[in-house]
């Protein structure tokens, strides 16, 4: 949690100067650059002109620090359109993959996009999702139970899209392991897995970002098969 008292200690570089926002967006970068495991607070003070004890003034650990640069990503996601558009549904579609396209930009946020939502931003995208579904036209008592399972397909299913390609990218290039894996399906035998010995090239040549889209348009055409959207006179 942030610290309140006083100002951060002196005697080590503009200490006094630096703010939360200012450490994270860092962070952020050094992020990008090197991954989680590259981002250490010494590297940190460095690139701040600073020492870590007045990192530490602001975050808590590394792990607080990395939650909170994920949720900067994400408030920048859709911070640019405050706007909420007239159909409730292309709003839900234009945020979701907004959110989706920031995360892949920096894939090392993904799995730290948690749901329910605690950070600000995490809230903020939360409590837009509940604003345009309740513009659906879906019975009010319905609201939350969609809302929360829209958000969690939105950073979940990303997650579970983008997070898996940062381990394999330490080691091999995504199509490799996509084009080894579709092998693999290929010796299986098509009386036991008929679908996926029939798919493989589907597998090797998918499109992350068509595959989030898919299952989100998916949600989206059940959210408008069953709202209300014409009440009767």
Same mark, same amino acid.
């Given at each position: 949690m942030p610290r309140t008292r006083g100002r951060a200690p002196d005697g080590e570089g503009r200490a006094d100067a630096l703010s939360r926002e200012i450490i994270v967006g860092a962070a952020v970068t050094l992020? @990008? %650059?090197?991954? %989680?495991?590259?981002?250490?607070?010494?590297?940190l003070a460095k690139e701040l002109n600073t020492g870590p004890g007045a990192l530490y003034w602001h975050v808590t650990n590394k792990d607080e620090l990395v939650a909170l640069a994920a949720d900067q990503v994400l408030g920048h996601a859709f911070a640019a359109d405050q706007r909420l558009v007239a159909d409730a549904g292309a709003g839900l579609r234009a945020l979701a993959i907004a959110v989706f396209d920031a995360l892949d930009r920096h894939p090392w946020a993904a799995?730290? $996009?948690?749901?329910?939502?605690?950070l600000e931003n995490a !809230?903020? !995208?939360? @409590?837009?999702?509940g604003t345009l579904v309740a513009r659906?036209?879906?019975?009010?008592?319905?609201?939350?139970?969609v809302t929360?399972?829209?958000?969690?397909?939105?950073?979940? $299913?990303?997650a579970e899209i983008i997070a898996p390609g940062l381990t394999v990218g330490a080691t091999t290039s995504r199509d490799a392991?996509?084009?080894?894996?579709?092998?693999?399906?290929e010796e299986l035998d098509p009386? @036991?897995?008929p679908f996926l010995t029939r798919t493989t090239k589907d597998l090797r040549d998918h499109d992350d970002r068509d595959q989030f889209?898919?299952?989100? @348009?998916l949600l989206l055409g059940g959210l408008d098969a069953i709202a209300d959207q014409r009440p009767p006179a």
């Open positions: 992020l @990008d %650059e090197l991954g %989680e495991r590259g981002l250490t607070f010494r590297l799995s730290h $996009v948690t749901a329910p939502a605690t !809230l903020r !995208l939360f @409590d837009r999702i659906t036209g879906l019975p009010a008592e319905r609201h939350f139970a929360t399972a829209i958000s969690y397909y939105i950073t979940g $299913v990303s392991f996509l084009a080894r894996t579709a092998q693999r399906w009386a @036991d897995y889209t898919t299952g989100l @348009d």
